[in-house]
């Protein structure tokens, strides 16, 4: 079983930058994908960003490349999602999942894909 817990989430004017924090706890193999999704209120979620736990490789939402950058620190068990140059339609709460099967270099991109949720963490970007 593994567990995971968001933070770093908050209000911040547009332009600016968030870092948020996955800590996660239980067995986590290098075989495994750390990803963010989001979910704007009224909207389907939507992925972030993912990275394979080794570090080997990281997958982005082609809307999102440049402006967000995914990493962990295995030593902390944390996953960490870098925002900048945010904009109001960034806001949304973030969630901190993990995807358990080995899919080798491959990196899903769907939700359901994911066994493993946080509960989230609101992001708030104002104009």
């Known amino acids: 079983q593994v567990q995971l817990v968001e933070s770093g989430g908050g209000l911040v004017q547009a332009g600016g930058s968030l870092r948020l924090s996955c800590a996660a706890s239980?067995?986590?193999?290098?075989?495994?994908?750390m990803g963010w999704f989001r979910q704007a209120p009224g909207e389907e979620r939507e992925f972030v960003a993912a990275?394979?736990?080794?570090?080997?490789?990281?997958n982005y939402a082609d809307t999102l490349k440049g402006r967000f950058t995914i990493s962990r620190d295995n030593a902390k068990n944390t996953v960490y999602l870098q925002m900048n140059s945010l904009k109001p339609e960034d806001t949304a709460v973030y969630y901190c999942a993990a995807d358990r099967t080995d899919r080798r270099w491959f990196i899903s991109a769907e939700g359901t894909m994911y066994d493993y949720w946080g509960q989230g963490t609101q992001v708030t970007v104002s104009s």
């Open positions: 239980g067995r986590i193999l290098s075989s495994y994908s």
């Open positions: 990275i394979k736990w080794s570090g080997e490789n990281a």
